[in-house]
């Protein structure tokens, strides 16, 4: 029974929140990620998911969903607004891969999601004498990136990322404060940027 509750709740996940990957529906079930694997492992092989594209991590979506509703009690308890996002997306998805390619400007430029998290944090940090502390309190660090922190100094983020980059590593993209290099998380797309877009408007940070 309970391997079939963990399909349920991953399966109710996915259908609220496509392109969601492992570590997203981890956190969003309380699932134990080794279990989440397995689950999708199932999922995919009885084609009720499909895999996106190959992201690294990859990202899943429901196999037809409209039929995957009707069948599943907990997925055909969408409400109508509920509904009316999953067609009306703040993020446009491109055609071809599914996957959201949306940009967004900030001081006059576009970047993609993961770019301009990193462009405001270092904004901010060339723009306001802070700590790594105070950082973590102001992008509300633990809310944002819950599994991995979103700032984190460089050897933490190094140790986080072995075997599949999860913060922004390049020399380029570190950011400095104090004598210490602290690095920025990169795993950012439409179904957590928008917590990130609230605590920069509140910062007073205009990005369209």
């Keep these: 029974m309970k391997t079939i509750d963990n399909q349920s709740m991953v399966m109710a996940f996915i259908a609220k929140n496509p392109e969601s990957n492992v570590d997203t529906i981890a956190t969003g079930t309380a699932i134990f990620k080794l279990n989440v694997y397995k689950v999708l492992k199932t999922l995919v092989e009885t084609k009720q998911l499909s895999i996106v594209d190959q992201s690294n991590p990859p990202r899943y979506i429901l196999v037809n969903r409209t039929v995957k509703a009707k069948q599943d009690p907990i997925l055909s308890k969408k409400t109508s607004e509920e509904k009316k996002g999953e067609t009306q997306d703040v993020f446009p998805k491109n055609k071809t891969t599914g996957r959201d390619t949306s940009k967004l400007k900030f001081m006059g ?12 944090v270092k904004h901010h940090c060339e ?3 802070t700590t790594l502390a105070k950082l973590k309190e102001i992008f509300a660090d633990e809310s944002l990136q819950p599994r991995y922190g979103m700032i984190q ?7 986080l990322s072995e075997g599949r980059d999860r913060f ?17 998380c990169n795993q950012w797309g439409s179904n957590n940027i928008g917590g990130f877009l609230k605590v920069a408007k509140k910062l007073g940070y205009t990005i369209k």
């Excluded at 100094?153 to 140790?159: F, G, P, Q, S, Y």
Aim: aromatic share 6%; no cysteine.
């Design 109 to 120: 430029k576009e970047y993609a999601k993961g770019q301009l998290v990193l462009a405001v």
């Design 153 to 159: 100094l460089l050897n933490t983020a190094k140790k």
């Design 168 to 184: 922004f590593l390049k020399p380029e993209q570190l950011i400095k404060i104090g004598e210490a290099k602290v690095a920025v």
């Design 127 to 129: 723009t306001h004498k």
